[in-house]
């Protein structure tokens, strides 16, 4: 893992409007997604996006990627501004960072053969002339993540889920990208199956000198997968640190609830568990709570917690919180 | 607990499922297979192009314009399975040739209403807004105009203005294109509705949200990725068009605005018939049963199709 | 201990245009009285079917019970009509789902649902059972309870509404409590909150529960016992602890070795399964785990291996002893 910094997100907003009117429409509010998120990304290294749902984090990586037009902020890939971009500097951009979906049901065209999926990327960015090469080119790619090559025309209803995400993967890789957002790229399948992939999205990772956002619920799997960690909660990032920092020493009352309320596949430790139980549901992102976010459910909030949003603060060297009382 | 996790190099799974692989398109056929309905409505159909096909090259066409009033408003006989018209023309001939022609029409009426309705709905569906608004403002104006005051003024005005032609040696109506045009552009707007709402849902699937990552133009996701997966209720809502046209333009012609001569169709053989109808009823039984075994058939198989492409049973 | 529920041999299968699926062939199990039994395996393992089953809800056809029983304090549950099924259902075993939208009535308010269950079998007047139902919800922890017996599901947030359910389950003190992956869906810390709620519940009531789940995690801190499935049978059967610390089948192990885990960094690989789940179309000679199994032997593809003990309160369904690589 290098010191270059391959991505750079500032003060990244994402507002959904929620309009009402007839003939016309008139905004009334807006759900707060994202609201000001910034962070790094270091070439080679995985980074985590956890949290619950409806924290935003699926909506930080599409919105990084344009899928979203964003509502306010930058997002850097090297030195290009992705928000500033269009046409053949967009397509660039975009043949550089990539995406694995998490519905590998619904991730795939299912009237296209997998030749003609993965090779999407190739038609489009004009990597290869002709369609044999195209299909010599797709069937590499298959063999890459451990697929059998003679499977170009099948179908997508003709695969398992884990096949299926194995498929997304290599139409992922068909531009021969630097960085891969992976927004829960394992949620959807089973255990054993989850394993396939991860082993598979690490080999690739070596292989092929990728980085990786790996945006994810399943915090058992982030620690095993991930360099360094973000938590979301409710469009704002609490805590960011490296793994083992995080994982060892949460600074963020929620990041602690959270790590707590992890099921651990150990009696022993289950029953020795202190768990934080937060009391409550996660307030509504369309009218966020006042000061800082959390201070609804959190369970040493102040009177300081609910007037003012705290400072986004480096407490020790790369472990960064946003708390009033975090030391 | 001690295990030793290795993962196997190159987890390559040999054997899919025990089932062969089928294209989306078999697999609809094959649900199609089992409607009998559908099928039976698919074999009149094909008869029904046998007939109208291979009946011309067992009648030339200069036959069955041939004005004979010697012979006219005789019954059905050996020499005339189908009686003769009130010119002493043979019917039965006369129904392959506007046979022809009421098809034609139908098929091609259907191709004037996908083409503009698609790209209406299309565009409307997939970018949303302003244009959205303008183009359903736009349809709905159309939808609200009746559908049989516009045929008939239509009609009327443009009847005359366009001439006979001429192809493949033979010559036509210029009435024919008219009605075309006309019965096209009447029935566009329930495909263009269809369209839409199948743009506005698809248009939020992950696969697209995919290929947009993947920097496809709007223009391909919209033919190549959307298009694609909409096909079956625009392949339903154009087969029971065509029975559709094929009715219009029978009471249009009926009502003496359709196609004029020298052409036939079944539609015009009903106007004809419309003096005689109780003292020659052969004038108007042959053509009103093709109609109604076209439109009989083609609605079956508007139903097998239907079903067979039913997204909610397709494999999964 | 006092057995209260007794299965034997349990067979189920369904007709499909395909061919004759084997979802559940011959699994037998005791649930004594208070008892936590997770059932955990993965999808098309057999688990929902199962407990599904035994309370009468596959619908045969295309399902079929082809043999078993299940004994609920000495009678055959397989054998009663939908009638006497009834009676027992909500009232003496009680079912939570995965997805509280399709099991609540969303034209219904909850307090309507829960005081229904009451009347129906607790002899309730209408004025008693939403009295208990508000009790109900405030012990599942639903806030201004009085408030929420007239709302409707989908004003609920998914805990909630998760809540709602087990108080309707528990509502008629249960003996049985069936949960069928009721957490899944659920954020984790709504989770953490829902196992800690059916702990308190347990320990209040007394009464045994069936945890059906893939998450291997929320069983090492729930059950007592565990069975783990694969392709409709029972592979290893043992204590919590013994299933954990000392697993015994080889799909047992790799499971395990799939998962990482929050409190400990795992540098090696985690063990993935080659291959896939097997298609239950017909059931082969040999055991169900041999194509993707690393300890198999020959007399594996041809004899499906039977659930014997490896050691006291220690099934499992292998002919490998897989501390050696040779033969139990």
Known sequence: MSDEILVHVQNLKKHFPIRRGILIQRQIGAVQAVDDVSFDIRRGETMGLVGESGCGKSTTGRTMLMLYPPTAGSVRFGDQDIFQAKGRVLLAIRRKAQMIFQDPYASLNPRWTVNAIVGEPLRVHGLVKGSRAQTERVQELLKLVGLNPMFVNRYPHEFSGGQRQRIGVARALASDPEFIICDEPISALDVSIQAQVVNLLEDLQDKLTLTYLFIAHDLSMVRHICDRVAVMYLGKIVELASKDELYNHPLHPYAQALLSAVPIPDPKAERQRQRIILTGDVPSPVNPPSGCRFHTRCPIAQSICSEQEPQWRELMGGHWVACHLAQ | ?316 | ?328
């Open chain 2, 1 to 316: 607990m001690a295990t030793t996790s290795e993962a196997l190099p190159g987890i390559t799974e040999d054997t899919l499922a025990t089932r062969e692989p089928l294209t989306p398109t078999q697999l609809a056929w094959r649900r199609f297979r089992r409607h009998r309905m559908a099928m039976f409505g698919l074999g009149l159909i094909i008869l029904l192009i046998v007939y109208v096909v291979g009946g011309a090259f067992v009648f030339p066409e200069k036959f069955a314009n041939f004005v004979n009033t010697s012979i006219k408003l005789q019954g059905p006989s050996s020499a005339h399975p189908f009686g003769t018209d009130a010119v002493g023309r043979d019917i039965l001939a006369r129904t392959v040739y506007g046979g022809q022609i009421s098809l034609l029409i139908g098929l091609a009426a259907v191709s004037v209403a996908l083409i503009v309705g698609v790209a209406i709905g299309a565009l409307s569906g997939y970018y949303g807004g302003w244009i959205d608004g303008i183009l359903m403002r736009f349809t709905e104006a159309m939808l609200n105009i009746p559908q049989l005051f516009l045929l008939i003024v239509a009609a009327k005005y443009l009847g005359d203005k366009i001439h006979n032609f001429e192809l493949f040696g033979r010559e036509f109506s210029g009435s024919v294109i008219v009605i075309i045009v006309i019965i096209g552009l009447d029935s566009w707007m329930y495909l263009a509705r269809i369209v839409r709402s199948q743009f506005l849902s698809l248009k939020e699937q992950e696969f697209v949200t995919a290929a947009r990552c993947t920097g496809t133009s709007n223009v391909a996701i919209m033919f190549y990725h959307i298009l694609p997966n909409s096909v079956a209720p625009i392949i339903v809502n154009a087969t029971l068009g065509v029975a559709n046209a094929i009715l219009t333009e029978a009471y249009i012609s009926f009502l003496g605005l359709g196609v004029r001569q020298p052409t036939a169709t079944w539609g015009n053989m009903l106007e004809d018939a419309n003096r005689y109808l109780e003292t020659a009823p052969w004038l108007w039984f042959f053509p009103g049963m093709m109609i109604l075994i076209t439109v009989l058939a083609i609605n079956f198989v508007g139903d097998g199709l239907r079903d067979a492409l039913d997204p909610r049973t397709m494999v999964e």
């Open chain 3, 1 to 328: 201990m006092h057995t209260i529920l007794e299965v034997n041999n349990l067979q189920t299968r369904f007709k499909t245009y395909d061919g004759l699926v084997y979802a559940v062939n011959g699994i037998s199990y005791n649930l004594n009285e208070g008892e936590t039994l997770g059932v955990v395996g993965e999808s098309g393992c057999g688990k929902s079917v199962s407990v599904l089953s035994i309370m009468g809800l596959i619908p045969q056809p295309p399902g079929i019970i082809a043999g078993g029983q299940a004994l609920y304090h000495g009678s055959d549950l397989l054998k009663k009509s939908q009638e006497e099924l009834r009676h027992i259902r909500g009232k003496e075993i009680a079912m939570v789902f995965q997805d509280p939208m399709t099991s609540l009535n969303p034209v219904l308010t909850v307090g309507f649902q829960i005081s229904e269950a009451l009347q129906l079998h607790m002899a309730m007047n209408a004025e008693q059972a939403q009295q208990r139902a508000i009790e109900l919800l405030q012990l599942v922890g639903i806030p201004q309870a009085d408030r929420a017996l007239h709302n409707y599901p989908h004003q609920f947030s998914g805990g909630m509404r998760q809540r709602a359910m087990i108080a309707m389950a528990i509502s008629c003190m249960p003996q049985i409590l069936i949960a069928d992956e009721p957490t899944t869906a659920l954020d984790v810390t709504i989770q953490a909150q829902m196992v800690e709620l059916v702990k308190r519940l347990r320990d209040e009531i007394g009464m045994a529960i069936i945890w059906i789940t893939h998450d291997l995690g929320i069983i090492a801190g729930l059950a007592q016992r565990v069975i783990v499935m694969y392709a409709g049978f029972i592979v290893e059967h043992a204590s919590v602890d013994d299933v954990y610390d000392n697993p015994r089948h080889p799909y047992t192990i790799s499971l395990l070795g799939a998962l990482p885990r929050v409190d400990m960094s795992r540098e090696e690989r985690l063990t993935s399964i080659p291959g896939m789940p097997p298609n239950l179309i017909g059931l082969p000679p040999g055991c169900p785990f041999a194509p993707r199994c690393r300890f198999v032997v020959d007399k594996c593809l041809q004899e499906n291996p039977p659930l014997t003990s490896a050691s006291p309160n220690h099934e499992i369904a292998c002919w490998v002893d897989v501390r050696t690589g040779g033969p139990r």
